[in-house]
């Protein structure tokens, strides 16, 4: 990290720069520059292309046929091509394997060369060689004045007019793809091809009833809030919105099952607040926590805490109760303390009590394609085998189980996920589920247990590929899933967490 100083009207100030090192440890250079006059631009320039010139992969040898590939497309004078026409220049530049083409448009996508979305079915048939040409055309919608006085709010036909120069005219589809596919919009539901820009949106907060008897109370506070927390949680939440109309920038209530949940971002507190209330309080909070959880994890190293409020007899009455950090509490139980001190009444609350609304909630499970590859890990370590082929795990028409030879029964499975129209998402978790139920449950389990697992497994496909899953059939068919691999010990851990990933897809309702 460098903090650049731009002393306006060469005004100097005095940051304290010792307390500044202590709180962020990789903070490097303090500069100061005049960005009117150009004072120590230069300079900066120089610190810059020093501190770049260090990082890991700066400098790694890369095979030359991925050199003389990465020459041809740099020099391409075109925003983007096809992938076929990608795959083909790769092909004569001696790549055998389609999968050998992909891996290294995933290292050029990694660090910012080109852009290649393998994991969506729209996007990831086009290689974007101008990763410049996709921010200008979104700027382009956010910029306009229509869509700004209209409140973020477009459609198809105000893109057409946006996007009506040469370079975009044939790319409507992928644009909006890609402003979905960083949050920056949604579509709204039950609309003819409307969508909404969540960051211009009114500031205005609307009127609305709440009842605030018995509410359910979560706090997130942040020790730097990034910006755009809120939005992509509006986003990635956007189905459950009441009514489609009780969102604004900063705040959102949602509605699921007879249940509401505030969701509101204090920036200048750098906090957000939330409460539910209605008769599935439990099942809105684990929602709202996984999506918000899971948006923290984009952010590496973020330092935020997870507040729990105390239901001491002072503080449930309380407009401001005490709250206890949720790590804190999970430290209590797991060290088999029952109780804590409330640090307003100073009286001992059971720490069961305090989170056992939430106990619904669970971690969630890493990203999909890891969980096998880390498997493979422990397997290596465990047993001390050299040369263990890792598993490597894609999406979409390129979809390879690398070195796993699946069974005609689960291929088929794997492959009714690979053509079903279901989100990225699901999909991914879907096909690494099948995979970890193929080499793991059908090695630890009898031919008569293997059987009635892979009964679940064809109910849970079957399901999970419906328009409308019914709840009852796939929480029965995962959760056979996951007992069945509680019964082999911890090799069994990759399915539960998959089987875990894929069950609480289908319970917030991401189809």
């Known amino acids: 990290m460098l903090i650049i100083k731009n002393e306006k009207q060469d005004r100097h100030r005095e940051i304290n720069e010792k307390i500044l090192r202590g709180e962020f440890q990789n903070l490097k250079e303090v500069l100061s520059i005049n960005l009117a006059t150009n004072r120590g631009l230069d300079a900066l320039r120089d610190e810059i292309k020093h501190h770049i010139g260090k990082l890991s992969h700066i400098?790694?040898?890369?095979?030359?046929?991925?050199?003389?590939?990465?020459?041809?497309?740099?020099?391409?004078?075109?925003?983007?091509?096809?992938?076929?026409?990608?795959?083909?220049?790769?092909?004569?530049?001696?790549?055998?394997?389609?999968?050998?083409?992909?891996?290294?448009?995933?290292?050029?996508?990694?660090?910012?060369?080109?852009?290649?979305?393998?994991?969506?079915?729209?996007?990831?048939?086009?290689?974007?060689?101008?990763?410049?040409w996709g921010t200008d055309a979104v700027y382009k919608v956010l910029d306009n004045k229509k869509v700004i006085r209209d409140l973020g709010q477009f459609n198809r036909g105000i893109l057409t007019q946006i996007w009506n120069s040469p370079d975009y005219v044939y790319m409507h589809d992928e644009l909006l793809q890609l402003m979905m596919r960083f949050k920056l919009c949604y579509k709204i539901p039950d609309t003819n091809e409307s969508y909404i820009?969540?960051?211009?949106?009114?500031?205005?907060?609307?009127?609305?009833?709440?009842?605030?008897?018995?509410?359910?109370?979560?706090?997130?506070?942040?020790?730097?809030?990034?910006?755009?927390?809120?939005?992509?949680?509006?986003?990635?939440?956007?189905?459950?919105?009441?009514?489609?109309?009780?969102?604004?920038?900063?705040?959102?209530?949602?509605?699921?099952?007879?249940?509401?949940?505030?969701?509101?971002?204090?920036?200048?507190?750098?906090?957000?607040?939330?409460?539910?209330?209605?008769?599935?309080?439990?099942?809105?909070?684990?929602?709202?926590?996984?999506?918000?959880?899971?948006?923290?994890?984009?952010?590496?190293?973020?330092?935020?805490?997870?507040?729990?409020?105390?239901?001491?007899?002072?503080?449930?009455?309380?407009?401001?109760?005490?709250?206890?950090?949720?790590?804190?509490?999970?430290?209590?139980?797991?060290?088999?303390?029952?109780?804590?001190?409330?640090?307003?009444s100073y009286k001992m609350v059971t720490v069961r009590i305090l989170i056992e609304e939430l106990a619904d909630y669970r971690v969630e499970p890493k990203d999909a394609r890891h969980i096998l590859a880390d498997y493979q890990n422990e397997l290596r370590d465990a047993r001390n085998i050299t040369g263990v082929p890792q598993i490597r795990i894609t999406v979409g028409d390129y979809s390879t189980v690398g070195d796993i030879v699946l069974d005609t029964t689960t291929q088929s499975y794997f492959n009714k996920v690979s053509s079903a129209d279901i989100p990225i998402e699901l999909k991914d978790s879907l096909q690494s589920l099948i995979q970890a139920v193929s080499i793991i449950m059908k090695k630890e389990l009898s031919v008569n247990m293997y059987d009635k697992v892979s009964e679940d497994l064809r109910v849970l496909v079957n399901e999970s590929t419906l328009e409308t899953p019914n709840p009852k059939w796939y929480k029965i068919s995962a959760e056979g899933l996951i007992k069945a691999a509680e019964n082999v010990g911890k090799v069994g851990k990759p399915v539960i967490e998959l089987a875990t990933q894929v069950l609480s897809l289908l319970n917030r309702g991401v189809l």
């Open 197 to 344: 820009a969540p960051q211009l949106l009114s500031e205005n907060q609307p009127d609305y009833l709440w009842d605030v008897n018995d509410n359910l109370l979560l706090r997130y506070t942040y020790e730097f809030m990034p910006k755009g927390i809120l939005t992509q949680f509006i986003v990635a939440m956007h189905p459950l919105i009441d009514g489609q109309s009780l969102v604004w920038k900063s705040g959102v209530i949602l509605l699921k099952n007879e249940t509401k949940a505030e969701v509101i971002e204090h920036y200048g507190k750098r906090e957000i607040f939330i409460r539910i209330a209605g008769a599935h309080k439990k099942e809105l909070m684990s929602i709202v926590m996984y999506e918000l959880d899971k948006i923290h994890k984009a952010y590496k190293r973020l330092k935020y805490d997870k507040l729990i409020p105390c239901k001491c007899a002072e503080c449930k009455s309380a407009k401001d109760p005490y709250f206890y950090r949720y790590e804190i509490l999970q430290k209590f139980i797991e060290d088999k303390q029952e109780q804590i001190q409330c640090q307003k």
């Open 59 to 132: 400098g790694s040898p890369l095979p030359k046929t991925w050199v003389r590939v990465r020459e041809i497309l740099e020099k391409d004078h075109r925003n983007y091509m096809p992938l076929d026409e990608y795959l083909e220049i790769c092909k004569i530049n001696g790549f055998a394997d389609t999968k050998d083409s992909l891996q290294l448009s995933g290292y050029m996508h990694d660090i910012g060369v080109f852009l290649h979305f393998q994991d969506d079915p729209l996007l990831r048939k086009t290689v974007i060689l101008k990763p410049r």
